[in-house]
């Protein structure tokens, strides 16, 4: 079992994919924050902002698929150079839009670049996790997305008021630029050829050598394969991107908050959602080490996550109470990033020579329920002036996905890769 010390070469390059989290979540939902100072100044309707939202969300969907490849076969080194170069050049171009044209050409560049980024990264954790720590990994790297959550609303308020919202979107954006310096110089595709890695570290690391591998990659089967994790992510990711599109704007609206106020608030909702994915990621580990139940240590965690965002939900809909509603979605949060850490986890239990593609296909249903819940919940303002009717979608879905759970199965291994490659690595998958 590899000892906790600090400053190890792994534990300094999780903590570089952290900061990679969250950078890229800042610059996905500064637009939120941001959005009330755009929507006067651009002239911009509710839905055409609900557009502008989800513009970001059809190319990150199909760059979940074709970037995940591209980190399995490139490796995650270039693959992320090239990406955060795009995304970080495409932040800086929506301080620089003009109308609605220009601010969702902005976005899908954006999305382009970010699509491949978590398909990647879950690949580069494959090649330097261990599987008994890989829910761990998946929660504080997610943990931190969520941090750039709850960091971006107040962050980004105090630009727009000292500066401007262009501005503020300029300075995140050359942010991105020194990431992207930072992980050129220290990361390696393969940890054995990092100078700074310890024998002790490499013994515990995955025996098989699977850092950018060019390889034929059954992509039926996989697909199959990966399926109801799809639909699983689907259905948090509707949740999640009604949270960090619109949270905002909703207590701007719905409360008549200040920007100051809804920044406060919807920051403090984000912060619930830094704990989940913590919880979330110690409490799948945790339950593997003690039962060595795979399966009860992701869908357990995951079901668990959905049903406690629906009842956390419920009040939502039923009180006008600033306190209740405040203290309701922070809670509904908590539970739905319970489920991030076993979901993102699982590509790596199911297909670890693979995990880059079955990531990506796991995280297309993330980025197509991008793609709809924007301009559903903008149109439905529009026509029915109710900020919280969106919500009730949401927990139709919530329920729905706690079934769809029941389905991913992480205990049985992709079985086209262990007639390939040999057996699976042990301890990715005991049933």
Same mark, same amino acid.
Request: proline content about 5%.
């Given at each position: 079992?590899?000892?906790?010390?600090?400053?190890?070469?792994?534990?300094?390059?999780?903590?570089?994919?952290?900061?990679?989290?969250?950078?890229?979540?800042?610059?996905?939902?500064?637009?939120?924050?941001?959005?009330?100072?755009?929507?006067?100044?651009?002239?911009?309707?509710?839905?055409?902002?609900?557009?502008?939202?989800?513009?970001?969300?059809?190319?990150?969907?199909?760059?979940?698929?074709?970037?995940?490849?591209?980190?399995?076969?490139?490796?995650?080194?270039?693959?992320?150079?090239?990406?955060?170069?795009?995304?970080?050049?495409?932040?800086?171009?929506?301080?620089?839009?003009?109308?609605?044209?220009?601010?969702?050409?902005?976005?899908?560049?954006?999305?382009?670049?970010?699509?491949?980024?978590?398909?990647?990264?879950?690949?580069?954790?494959?090649?330097?996790?261990?599987?008994?720590?890989?829910?761990?990994?998946?929660?504080?790297?997610?943990?931190?997305?969520?941090?750039?959550?709850?960091?971006?609303?107040?962050?980004?308020?105090?630009?727009?008021?000292?500066?401007?919202?262009?501005?503020?979107?300029?300075?995140?954006?050359?942010?991105?630029?020194?990431?992207?310096? =930072?992980?050129?110089?220290?990361?390696?595709?393969?940890?054995?050829?990092?100078?700074?890695?310890?024998?002790?570290?490499?013994?515990? =690391?995955?025996?098989?050598?699977?850092?950018?591998?060019?390889?034929?990659?059954?992509?039926?089967?996989?697909?199959?394969?990966?399926?109801?994790?799809?639909?699983?992510?689907?259905?948090?990711?509707?949740?999640?991107?009604?949270?960090? &599109?619109?949270?905002?704007?909703?207590?701007?609206?719905?409360?008549? =908050?200040?920007?100051?106020?809804?920044?406060?608030?919807?920051?403090?909702?984000?912060?619930?959602?830094?704990?989940?994915?913590?919880?979330?990621?110690?409490?799948?580990?945790?339950?593997?080490?003690?039962?060595? &139940?795979?399966?009860?240590?992701?869908?357990?965690?995951?079901?668990?996550?959905?049903?406690?965002?629906?009842?956390?939900?419920?009040?939502?809909?039923?009180?006008?109470?600033?306190?209740?509603?405040?203290?309701?979605?922070?809670?509904?949060?908590?539970?739905?990033?319970?489920?991030?850490?076993?979901?993102?986890?699982?590509?790596?239990?199911?297909?670890?020579?693979?995990?880059?593609?079955?990531?990506?296909?796991?995280?297309? %249903?993330?980025?197509?329920?991008?793609?709809?819940?924007?301009?559903?919940? %903008?149109?439905?303002?529009?026509?029915?002036?109710?900020?919280? =009717?969106?919500?009730?979608?949401?927990?139709?879905?919530?329920?729905?996905?706690?079934?769809?759970?029941?389905?991913?199965?992480?205990?049985?291994?992709?079985?086209?890769?262990?007639?390939?490659?040999?057996?699976?690595?042990? %301890?990715?998958?005991?049933?």
């Amino acid at each position: 079992m590899l000892r906790l010390t600090r400053f190890r070469t792994t534990d300094r390059v999780l903590f570089i994919i952290c900061l990679m989290y969250l950078v890229t979540y800042i610059d996905r939902v500064n637009i939120s924050t941001a959005a009330p100072a755009m929507q006067a100044e651009l002239g911009l309707s509710n839905v055409e902002l609900g557009l502008a939202f989800s513009a970001f969300a059809y190319p990150y969907a199909l760059f979940q698929i074709l970037g995940g490849r591209l980190g399995d076969w490139l490796g995650p080194h270039k693959t992320l150079i090239i990406c955060g170069s795009i995304w970080s050049a495409a932040t800086i171009m929506i301080g620089f839009v003009e109308g609605a044209v220009s601010l969702v050409i902005a976005r899908i560049l954006l999305g382009i670049g970010e699509g491949s980024a978590f398909p990647t990264a879950t690949r580069a954790l494959s090649n330097w996790m261990p599987a008994q720590k890989r829910g761990f990994a998946q929660g504080i790297t997610h943990a931190f997305a969520r941090f750039g959550n709850a960091l971006s609303p107040p962050l980004i308020a105090f630009l727009v008021i000292a500066l401007s919202w262009r501005d503020s979107f300029i300075i995140v954006g050359l942010v991105s630029f020194l990431w992207v310096v =930072l992980w050129w110089w220290y990361f390696r595709d393969d940890p054995r050829q990092h100078r700074g890695v310890t024998q002790e570290e490499l013994e515990a =690391l995955p025996k098989q050598k699977i850092a950018g591998e060019r390889k034929r990659l059954p992509w039926i089967p996989l697909l199959k394969r990966m399926l109801p994790v799809t639909m699983t992510d689907f259905c948090y990711g509707w949740m999640l991107w009604l949270f960090l &599109n619109w949270i905002p704007s909703y207590f701007l609206h719905q409360h008549h =908050l200040d920007l100051k106020k809804s920044a406060f608030f919807s920051a403090g909702v984000f912060l619930a959602g830094v704990v989940g994915d913590l919880v979330g990621g110690w409490a799948s580990d945790g339950i593997l080490r003690r039962t060595g &139940n795979i399966g009860w240590a992701r869908i357990g965690v995951i079901v668990v996550g959905f049903l406690g965002a629906f009842a956390c939900m419920l009040p939502v809909m039923f009180s006008t109470d600033l306190v209740t509603v405040a203290l309701s979605l922070s809670a509904a949060f908590f539970f739905a990033e319970l489920i991030v850490a076993p979901i993102w986890a699982t590509p790596m239990d199911i297909a670890p020579q693979y995990s880059g593609t079955a990531s990506g296909f796991m995280n297309f %249903g993330f980025g197509l329920a991008g793609m709809i819940s924007p301009v559903v919940f %903008g149109l439905t303002i529009d026509l029915t002036g109710r900020w919280d =009717l969106p919500f009730a979608a949401s927990m139709v879905l919530l329920l729905l996905g706690a079934f769809m759970a029941l389905w991913i199965r992480p205990d049985r291994p992709f079985r086209e890769e262990r007639k390939t490659d040999g057996a699976a690595e042990p %301890g990715a998958a005991t049933a």
